[in-house]
């Protein structure tokens, strides 16, 4: 099992910052690829960043590509979401999540943060 705890969430005015961090225990960090999420008000759950297990390989939403970063540090356990010129639509509740797969295998997340809220506001 891993346990993930996000923080750094927080309203903002629309093209304004937030770094989230996504602290993991458990078993070893490094064998876990991880991704962040975002679920908004009424709308489904979406995929927005993932970063491989081994090479800090990215991948990124087309909606978020550009703006966001998402990076690692396995000696610290810890995962990232640097979010630039956030919009109003950026509003959601951010979920980090660990696979021990592919990291662009987005159904196969396996464990899941409690969510870290971001408001954007216009």
């Known amino acids: 099992q891993v346990q993930l705890v996000e923080s750094g969430g927080g309203l903002v005015q629309a093209g304004g910052s937030l770094r989230l961090s996504c602290a993991a225990s458990?078993?070893?960090?490094?064998?876990?690829?991880m991704g962040w999420f975002r679920q908004a008000p009424g709308k489904e759950r979406e995929f927005v960043a993932a970063?491989?297990?081994?090479?800090?390989?990215?991948y990124y939403a087309d909606s978020v590509k550009g703006r966001f970063t998402i990076s690692r540090d396995n000696a610290k356990n810890t995962v990232y979401l640097q979010m630039n010129s956030l919009k109003p639509e950026d509003t959601a509740v951010y979920y980090c999540?660990?696979?021990?797969?592919?990291?662009?295998?987005?159904?196969?997340?396996?464990?899941w943060g409690q969510g870290t809220q971001v408001t954007v506001s216009s």
């Open positions: 999540a660990a696979t021990p797969g592919i990291y662009t295998l987005v159904g196969s997340y396996d464990y």
């Open positions: 970063i491989s297990r081994s090479f800090g390989i990215t």
């Open positions: 458990g078993r070893t960090f490094s064998n876990y690829a």
